[in-house]
T-cell receptor, first 114, second 112 residues
């Protein structure tokens, strides 16, 4: 099976702009979770989508949003970018997002905000 | 107190030795535990998952879980230079099945 794919792999934006990141889960996986990784804060959970519904949300401002399509592909949007949004954004997919499910990570999108 | 704690390291072990990586968590109701390996510039990849008390072995890797002590560890036998990476402990806290809470990771260096 193909793994989780994320596009684009690298992005450079300036403060105030907005950005959209895309994630295609492993075939058959219906749960997609998004994480932000920074050197200072480590890996932090943003939100999880299952069957086109946000099922879980982390402690990030409303500038961070997402959605999921009927084919389980997911997008994440960050509006009004700040310097502190520079990070590696990772998405992970799992079959159902259940307790015993393993989350498999994509290669990530490296976002740099200037 | 952080929800998931790991020693940041670096932990340095000679090639062929056993590397022992430790993780403690604060939520007694946590049920799922994962070890991920992350090479510099890459995304995390799953090493082991463990859900019940005791040991779970997979090749050179053994995960150990002690829910009473709220402690999970990863042993790497016959460490190789290719094992040099950051090891992330991840836990699903009570009521958050789809959300992984990560420790800050332990950097392992396997020396020749």
């Amino acid at each position: 099976k193909a793994g989780v794919t994320q596009t684009p792999r690298y992005l450079i934006k300036t403060r105030g702009q907005q950005v959209t990141l895309s994630c295609s889960p492993i075939s058959g996986h219906r749960s997609v979770s998004w994480y932000q990784q920074t050197p200072g804060q480590g890996l932090q959970f943003l939100f999880e989508y299952f069957s086109e519904t946000q099922r879980n949300k982390g402690n990030f401002p409303g500038r961070f949003s997402g959605r999921q399509f009927s084919n389980s592909r997911s997008e994440m949007n960050v509006s009004t970018l700040e310097l502190g949004d520079s990070a590696l954004y990772l998405c992970a997919s799992s079959p159902q997002g259940g307790l015993a499910d393993t989350q498999y990570f994509g290669p990530g999108t490296r976002l740099t905000v200037l | 107190q952080k929800e998931v704690e790991q020693n940041s390291g670096p932990l340095s072990v000679p090639e062929g030795a056993i590397a022992s990586l430790n993780c403690t968590y604060s939520d007694r109701g946590s049920q799922s535990f994962f070890w991920y390996r992350q090479y510099s510039g890459k995304s995390p990849e799953l090493i082991m998952s463990i859900y019940s008390n005791g040991d779970k072995e997979d090749g050179r890797f053994t995960a150990q879980l002690n829910k009473a002590s709220q402690y999970v560890s990863l042993l790497i036998r016959d460490s190789q230079p290719s094992d040099s990476a950051t090891y992330l402990c991840a836990v699903t806290l009570t009521g958050t099945a789809s959300k992984l809470t990560f420790g800050t990771g332990t950097r392992l260096q396997v020396t020749l």
